[in-house]
């Protein structure tokens, strides 16, 4: 386990997961379903729209942050 580098807690790893691709927009869409994607977007899982896409993260209950690990972008 990780220890959390806001409050010292100590992280639960686990897994984020959904339907659609995940990334790290600047700005949010408006009327989509998936994040529409540009320049400055990062994909944090695999660009498969068609499957469940699952990235490695950290969990801390005490502070409610989640660490994402999109080092090899989904397991």
């Not at 990780?2 to 995940?22: A, N, P, Y």
């Not at 994040?35 to 409610?64: H, M, Y």
């Amino acid at each position: 386990m990780s220890e959390c580098s806001t409050c010292g807690s100590e992280m639960k790893k686990g897994f984020i997961q959904s339907g659609t691709r995940l990334a790290w927009v600047p700005k949010p869409a408006k009327f989509s379903v998936e994040p529409s994607l540009n320049k400055e977007s990062v994909l944090l899982s695999n660009q498969n729209r068609f499957s469940i896409n699952i990235v490695d993260a950290f969990l801390c209950e005490g502070c409610k942050r989640v660490l994402i690990d999109f080092s090899d972008k989904g397991v």
